[in-house]
């Protein structure tokens, strides 16, 4: 086949016979033909495609009604074919500028047939159309005379077919986007932009909450402003509310066509658009919001495009729905983390990693651990930890049997194979994984359990290992253990040593009921055990507690009672024991027993029986009764020679020093010898009561005077001085007796203070007739412990200190001042501080105070006065006279 040539520009104006010429219509026609060019020209313009005829040179001869349609203008007749490009910008489907060479009326004239080029043509009003053109040239005479276009709009496919790529894009892009719901958000409306050109599109999600459609995200194009609308309520007039209302695609073609006041608007944009749509977002029939764009002039949405937005808003819907689950599930597990992380108990999951056909028969389970906790790393084996402690991973996705080396790791293995193979959950309490195995210290304690978990078949996929810490109880509870053995222990000791004690020992709790009786003490009452004790009501029915001077000791008074009040105290008792039907004399002490915080829990009494040593006192006081009254006798003898020796010397001419001398001696010595009778015999009348008293008036001041002056001669090494505010104090008092008080104390002061010093005497006195004396003897000598001041003005009381015992005395003349001073109704006191002296206080009423001597002893027929033995404590005074 040949190719037709070309021809020549310039031949075509000239016409041809047989070639077409422009005729009035535009269309080209064969010269007399007239009538058969009327009816092709009627023809074309009406079809449907646009029909183009150019002549030999390109340039447009001819085009009909439907060509000048799609070109949105009438055609330029004689235009070049280059002009068309600028002028309807044309290109290729896909956006790209098309070459000159690549234009179909050029590729004809060249004598290739085109056939469905696809070409964008944009109109001058800005509107895009898609054609598809065929063109042909035209041969006369085998020569290339012009060409024919004939165009077809081709744009609803065009649309269709980008509409399908869109939507796959979309597809992909929502399955493949990270299920970050923004960027799922971000990627339907851009990509609904982009094919709808629309100037807004909105994404909203439905809140059931408030009821109200919020902004998910929003696409602007065109300058227009992207706003944010704000919640929108469901029962609003604007697109997206009605489409979540209705659960229908919602159109509005043409807002101009409202009416106003009645007119729908669009969210998020201030302007009115000229169409736009919304649909809602369906899943599982759950509304989750709504999808809605603007155009920007009225469009009429076919079935097509409106099914078109339904399909992808499905599919969005399924999206966000899916990107919503993820994040939620995200939220959860990171909740769940969260909470085991802080879980109280340590928590380990382990993997049952299955032996496989090529690890052999005898290979066993092993297990791998997945997941644990923080609190975990604090039980789990100490080296099975430390192994792992350089991994990324810790121990993580490790394999237990091929690291578990040690035995603590072993026996976890034995655990868990137990758990495994048993199927059943394992407990294990108190145990024990130490990081050191030897020691208790930071070793730690756990209750922990296994727990199997199958999986849907049935067959064991993990083991969970949950353990608490215990080791605070246990090591709690081993302290109280132990404390418990040490208290039994010490108890033991201590009840053995109480019933080897001589003294009697009673222990009651603070309801004041008998808990500890040593032997010593249940002797006393004639029992065997302190059950037996026990059962007897009261301990009356065995004895009679009465106090030295023979009042009975009312119930509230005993020792243990008065200790369970808080009193710690020592005091003597006389009891009649009925079993043995005499007297027996004890002195008790007892005291309060307190727990560590101070309170009282009970009371302890320790007695010893002094029957003995009260005998021993009377015999004392029988031999020195008997004693002084012989040595009475030859005393005054002695006394009565001496003094005529002296008046002989006095009267003698040869008057002899050595004689004089060894008789003031002697004086003196038998002065002294004859007050120690005299005490002997005072305290011989103070025990028959027979001590008698001559009171007169008296200046007590000048008596004390006396006293001091007397006291100083007797000293050199002694600075005794008299402190008073007062030059007399007249009262009535027995002199000689008060002169034996005072001499007495301050003998002691003399006698007490070896190294001398300043010895003080103090009278105070109020001033007024019931106003006491107080008179006060202080030195700075040897002091007396405390131990001994309870019982220093009782008889024969001596300090047991050895500074005290190598002075001689009897230990009585503290106890007949005393009951010197109890007689004129006052009182006397110690208070002392060993190694640095003591002060003796007397008070003294100005008239002698006669206090009723108690009673209750008349009504006690046991008591056998006057031969009850007279024990006295140091709160003078407290009971009163004698008799
Ligand atoms: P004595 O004849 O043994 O002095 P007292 O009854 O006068 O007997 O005194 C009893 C005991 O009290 C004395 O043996 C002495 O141990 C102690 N005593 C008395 N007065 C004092 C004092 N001023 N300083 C220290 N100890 C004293």
Redesign the pocket.
């Known amino acids: 086949m040949t190719t037709p040539s070309r021809r020549s520009t310039g031949s075509r104006r000239e016409g041809v016979n047989g070639t077409l010429q422009p005729g009035t219509d535009g269309l080209p026609r064969r010269r007399g033909t007239t009538r058969s060019l009327a009816t092709v020209n009627l023809l074309l313009a009406n079809v449907s495609d646009g029909v183009i005829l150019l002549d030999g040179d390109g340039r447009i001869v001819d085009a009909n009604a439907a060509a000048e349609r799609l070109f949105g203008e009438p055609v330029e007749v004689g235009a070049d074919p280059a002009w068309f490009i600028p002028r309807y910008n044309l290109a290729t489907p896909d956006g790209a500028p098309l070459p000159v060479e690549r234009m179909p009326s050029l590729r004809a004239l060249a004598g290739e047939s085109v056939r469905s080029a696809e070409l964008s043509i944009t109109r001058p009003d800005g509107s895009r159309v898609f054609v598809s053109i065929s063109a042909s040239p035209v041969i006369v005479h085998g020569v290339i005379d012009g060409v024919l276009l004939i165009l077809n709009d081709i744009s609803e496919r065009v649309r269709r077919d980008r509409e399908a790529t869109a939507f796959q894009t979309l597809s992909q892009q929502l399955a493949s986007s990270e299920l970050d719901l923004n960027a799922v958000y971000k990627t339907i409306v851009t990509r609904i932009a982009e094919i709808t050109g629309a100037q807004v599109v909105r994404l909203m999600l439905y809140d059931p909450a408030s009821r109200a459609l919020r902004r998910a995200a929003i696409q602007a194009l065109r300058g227009m402003p992207e706003e944010d609308p704000g919640p929108i309520a469901l029962s609003e007039l604007t697109l997206d509310a009605l489409a979540a209302r209705t659960r229908l695609p919602v159109v509005v073609p043409d807002f101009d066509e409202f009416p106003a006041g009645t007119r729908p608007t669009t969210s998020g944009t201030g302007s009115v658009p000229g169409a736009a749509i919304a649909v809602p977002l369906i899943v599982h029939s759950e509304l989750v919001g709504t999808l809605s764009y603007d155009l920007a002039d009225p469009h009429t949405f076919d079935d097509a495009e409106i099914a078109f937005l339904g399909m992808i808003a499905a599919h969005s819907a399924v999206a966000i729905y899916n990107a919503t689950l993820f994040q939620q599930r995200t939220r959860e597990r990171a909740f769940l983390a969260d909470i085991i992380d802080h879980l109280p108990a340590g928590l380990v999951v382990f993997d049952v990693v299955y032996p496989t056909a090529r690890s052999g028969r005898a290979a066993q389970t092993d297990y791998r651990v997945s997941m644990l906790n923080a609190q975990a790393l604090t039980y789990l084996p100490a080296r099975l930890v430390e192994r792992t402690r350089t991994r990324r991973h810790g121990i993580v996705g490790l394999r237990l049997r091929r690291i578990a080396t040690d035995e603590q790791s072993r026996r976890l293995i034995e655990s868990l194979d137990q758990a495994f193979h048993g199927g059943e959950i394992v407990t294990g309490e108190e145990v024990s994984f130490g990081q050191d195995e030897s020691s208790d210290d930071g070793r730690t304690w756990w209750n922990g359990s296994i727990v199997p978990l199958r999986e849907r078949a049935g067959r064991i996929s993990e083991l969970v290992l949950l353990a608490t810490d215990i080791t605070e109880q246990v090591t709690t509870r081993r302290r109280i253990e132990e404390l418990v053995r040490i208290a039994g222990t010490r108890a033991a000791e201590l009840e053995a040593t109480v019933s080897a004690m001589t003294g009697a020992v009673t222990v009651s709790d603070a309801a004041g009921r008998l808990r500890l009786a040593n032997s010593a003490s249940l002797a006393t009452y004639g029992v065997d055990s302190l059950s037996e004790l026990l059962r007897i009501s009261g301990i009356e029915e065995r004895i009679l507690l009465r106090h030295t001077d023979g009042r009975p000791v009312p119930p509230s008074d005993r020792p243990l009672v008065r200790a369970l009040g808080g009193e710690a105290l020592q005091a003597d008792y006389t009891l009649f024991h009925h079993a043995l039907g005499r007297d027996v004399h004890r002195r008790t002490s007892a005291a309060p027993v307190r727990d560590g915080a101070g309170d009282i829990i009970g009371a302890v009494a320790v007695e010893t029986d002094i029957t003995s040593l009260i005998e021993i006192d009377r015999l004392k006081d029988e031999f020195f009764s008997m004693a002084a009254h012989e040595l009475r006798t030859p005393l005054t003898a002695i006394k009565g020679y001496v003094q005529i020796l002296a008046k002989q010397l006095a009267r003698s001419e040869q008057p002899s020093p050595m004689i004089d001398k060894s008789l003031t001696t002697l004086r003196e010595q038998s002065n002294r010898m004859e007050r120690l009778i005299n005490e002997l015999l005072d305290f011989a009348r103070v025990e028959t009561g027979q001590l008698a008293f001559q009171y007169s008036d008296f200046n007590l001041v000048g008596l004390i005077e006396e006293a001091v002056a007397e006291a100083a001669r007797a000293t050199q090494r002694h600075r005794i001085t008299l402190q008073t505010q007062h030059g007399e104090i007249t009262g009535r008092w027995d002199r000689d007796r008060l002169a034996q008080v005072f001499a ?1 104390l301050l003998t ?2 003399i ?2 203070s070896p190294d001398g010093g300043a010895i003080t005497v103090s009278v105070e006195w109020p001033g007024t007739p019931e106003g006491d004396v107080t008179i006060s003897v202080r ?1 700075n ?4 412990p405390t131990q001994d001041l309870p019982r ?1 003005f009782t008889r024969y ?3 047991g200190d050895s500074s ?1 015992f190598h ?1 001689s ?7 007949i001042t005393k009951e010197i001073v109890d007689s004129h109704g006052g009182r006397i006191g110690v208070s ?1 501080q060993p190694g640095q002296g ?1 002060t ?1 206080t007397v008070s003294l009423p100005l008239q002698p105070r006669r206090t009723p001597r108690p009673v209750g002893a008349e009504h006690d027929p046991t008591v056998t006065a006057p031969n009850v033995p007279n024990v006295r404590h140091s709160t003078a005074g407290q009971h009163g006279q004698r008799r």
Do not use: C, M, P
């Open positions: 007495n002691n002061s006698k007490y030195d000598g040897l002091g007396i220093l009381s001596r300090v005290h002075r005395g009897l230990g009585i003349g503290l106890y002392s003591s003796f």
